[in-house]
């Protein structure tokens, strides 16, 4: 019976070893890239916040963990999934909450409930189906393809169905329309599309001090 040798033969450019070495380096660098890209859509969601926060005294955010507090708003504007802890007290599960929690977490749990309670729109807590619904809705946002996402341009659906929060955000914060497509074949057809989106949005929103102050610039 013949045996065959099934690795590959690299004896006269590099040992196997040095093979081995290679590969993982490469891939390595893969997974680098899938991660570098995988930051920058997120990146690109902040662009625009997918909701506003109503505001609350210093009394109460000041005994949150620092690292708490940042996932919460991360979570309520850009959509960016939570620990367990956090995720738990979003879904109003405050059994899990407590059982998930460090020493830290659990003596500002009161403060963080209020916070959320107090700062978070209802349809975005309360219930498992309410958090899931608010992550898949920025996930759609990181999937799109750049020339589809046209840096955050909503669609015409997105903008009938928005509050004026998000209108306002969006008109103050998206680029002219066409500024994705410059320089590329498709530019006016990317234009057309989105000054009629930009229009839409100057005709629903009804910007107020308040909310200006809210957004910033």
């Not at 926060?53 to 940042?70: F, N, R, W, Y």
């Amino acid at each position: 019976m013949r045996h065959y040798n099934l690795l590959p033969c690299h004896t006269n450019v590099e040992s196997l070893g040095e093979y081995q070495e290679r590969e993982a380096e490469e891939a390595r660098r893969d997974k680098h890239a899938e991660i570098n890209e995988q930051l920058r859509k997120l990146d690109r969601v902040k662009t625009v916040k997918l909701c506003q926060l109503e505001e609350i005294g210093s009394d109460v955010t000041d005994k949150i963990p620092p690292q708490i507090l940042e996932g919460l708003r991360n979570y309520a504007w850009y959509g960016r999934p939570t620990g367990g802890f956090v995720r738990a007290v979003l879904c109003n599960d405050l059994s899990e909450a407590v059982g998930r929690a460090d020493p830290n977490s659990l003596a500002a749990l009161k403060e963080i409930c209020i916070f959320v309670y107090c700062c978070f729109p209802s349809r975005i807590w309360k219930s498992k189906e309410a958090v899931d619904k608010h992550l898949d809705k920025a996930r759609k946002y990181r999937e799109r393809d750049d020339d589809e996402l046209s840096m955050n341009y909503p669609s015409l659906n997105e903008v009938e169905s928005a509050d004026n929060y998000m209108l306002c955000n969006w008109r103050r914060f998206l680029p002219s329309p066409g500024t994705a497509a410059i320089g590329k074949p498709y530019f006016n057809d990317v234009l057309a599309k989105e000054a009629v989106i930009m229009k839409r949005i100057c005709e629903l929103s009804r910007m107020t001090p308040e909310i200006s102050k809210k957004l910033g610039w």
